[in-house]
């Protein structure tokens, strides 16, 4: 058994920050990273960047994931956008609004945070925003065998 001693001159100033670890694409936390975004904006799967289980990417390039718009509740208004002349209506949808507003919306599709397409799950949430993933209390990476190499509750 394992133990953590915690000490404080003073209990209501204790302070505990969390840990964090390095997100891999692929790995436990991070599989839903699966394009990739050029310096000239093109996207690719990443499956064409890896080598023997590793992103082998491009200078410039961004792995990146997408993500919602919208929650439920309330109602979005349709917002008409445009890029290089074609034109594009992002749909709320009945019952839902706008996770940023409507104006957060245009300023994410005028940064280029927005895959160029209609649909609703089209915000990029790129790995480099924030690379790590908090470490918790699961431990994925052991055995839970007992000294025996008995494994669940129907064993002594």
Request: hydrophobic fraction near 30%; charged fraction near 30%; include cysteine.
């Amino acid at each position: 058994m394992h133990y953590v001693f915690w000490y404080a001159k003073d209990k209501e100033k204790v302070k505990s920050n969390h840990l964090y670890i390095d997100q891999v694409p692929g790995e436990e936390g991070a599989k839903e990273y699966k394009r990739v975004e050029l310096k000239d904006g093109t996207i690719f799967p990443i499956s064409k960047f890896l080598i023997n289980g590793k992103a082998n990417l491009p200078s410039g390039a961004r792995i990146f994931a997408t993500g919602g718009l919208v929650s439920s509740g309330g109602k979005g208004e349709d917002i008409k956008l445009e890029y290089f002349g074609k034109k594009y209506t992002l749909r709320c949808g009945q019952g839902r609004h706008w996770k940023v507003g409507e104006e957060g919306i245009k300023k994410l599709w005028e940064k280029g945070r927005l895959l160029r397409q209609e649909g609703l799950r089209i915000y990029k949430s790129y790995l480099d925003d924030f690379p790590y993933k908090r470490i918790n209390n699961v431990w994925t990476d052991t055995r839970g065998e007992n000294q025996n190499g008995l494994c669940g509750s129907n064993f002594i």
